[in-house]
């Protein structure tokens, strides 16, 4: 009887382990793809900011070539200024397809895949 009892005694240690176990290997992963996500975020910013300063300058290089080839000084800003407001109706009416699909997309699949699947 006494040994049935220190088999079930064992039984539940084993079993606390594996629970303690369980819950640090979801604790790893959830840290894994927390930090995967804000490195991501954190890349996509840096490129964007990049991206938006030589978008700036490449407008303001048009504007100003414009400007003298069209000969209006204003012409050309307001040219590239259109433009520029073309670009942003286009993405704002289309904003459910070109941005948040592909981002929700990227999260779930960053949050979801399994190292095993590669």
């Not at 382990?17 to 804000?38: D, G, P």
């Not at 490129?47 to 290089?61: H, T």
């Not at 407001?85 to 009416?93: D, F, K, P, Q, T």
């Amino acid at each position: 009887m006494q040994n049935a009892f220190l088999k079930v005694e064992e039984l539940v240690d084993h079993m606390k382990e594996f629970v303690n176990n369980r819950v640090s290997a979801v604790k790893l992963q959830t840290a894994e793809k927390t930090s995967k996500i804000f490195s991501n975020i954190v890349a996509v910013t840096v490129v964007a900011a990049i991206m938006l300063l030589f978008a700036i300058m490449l407008s303001m290089g048009a504007s100003y070539f414009l400007s003298g080839w069209i000969g209006v000084d204003y012409a050309g800003f307001l040219m590239v200024g259109g433009f520029w407001l073309l670009v942003g109706l286009v993405i704002w009416l289309t904003r459910e397809k070109l941005l948040r699909m592909p981002i929700m997309n990227k999260m779930l699949h960053e949050m979801f895949h399994d190292e095993a699947d590669s």
